[in-house]
């Protein structure tokens, strides 16, 4: 009695015999396949309505990117443009208006860009420098002492690049023609 029943009956093959004759019974499958019918075998579904295809997909996204490159380009260019043409006219107004001289014994120290600055000037310069009757204009890495007429055309054009222009109804100046800011 080790055997089970199921085990007796493949030993006698009468499993075997009722699996063959379910197997008859049943007619059998027709082929799946495409061919028989005339159609290529693996055709693709049309895309749904709200579907795209990913080649298209990808063509948009590439276009879309070349788009914003070029405008992105364009625009670097015209700032490039707008920054060479105040330059060139900053560069007009200055020339010849300068008022620095070699010959100097005195420093006047400013800030401008987050540091400290500084222009020789004379007593004088000086004088004028802080009643706001002169300016100090930035232009290619020097500091330019000018007239406050010329500073303020400067201001028009480009107001970053004046470093320096008093205005002594803003600031007290004291007997000695420094703001009062300036003292240490």
Avoid: C
């Amino acid at each position: 009695m080790a055997d089970s029943l199921r085990d007796q009956l493949l030993k006698s093959g009468i499993v075997k015999q009722l699996k063959d004759d379910k197997r008859q019974q049943q007619p059998a499958p027709k082929p799946q396949n495409s061919f028989a019918k005339g159609k290529p075998p693996h055709k693709p579904r049309p895309p749904r309505s709200d579907e795209i295809d990913l080649g298209k997909a990808y063509a948009m996204r590439a276009q879309t990117e070349a788009q914003e490159r070029k405008r992105a380009e364009q625009e670097a260019a015209e700032q490039a443009r707008i920054k060479r043409e105040r330059k060139a006219k900053v560069q007009k107004l200055l020339e010849g208006q300068a008022l620095n001289k070699n010959d100097v014994d005195q420093v006047r120290h400013f800030e401008y860009g987050g540091k400290i600055r500084r222009v020789h000037v004379d007593a004088g310069q000086l004088a004028d420098l802080n009643a706001g009757k002169l300016g100090i204009v930035q232009n290619a890495g020097r500091y330019l002492l000018v007239t406050q007429a010329v500073a303020e055309q400067v201001r028009d054009v480009d107001p970053h690049l004046v470093a320096l222009l008093v205005d002594p109804a803003a600031a007290g100046v004291d007997e000695d023609g420094i703001p009062d800011d300036l003292m240490w």
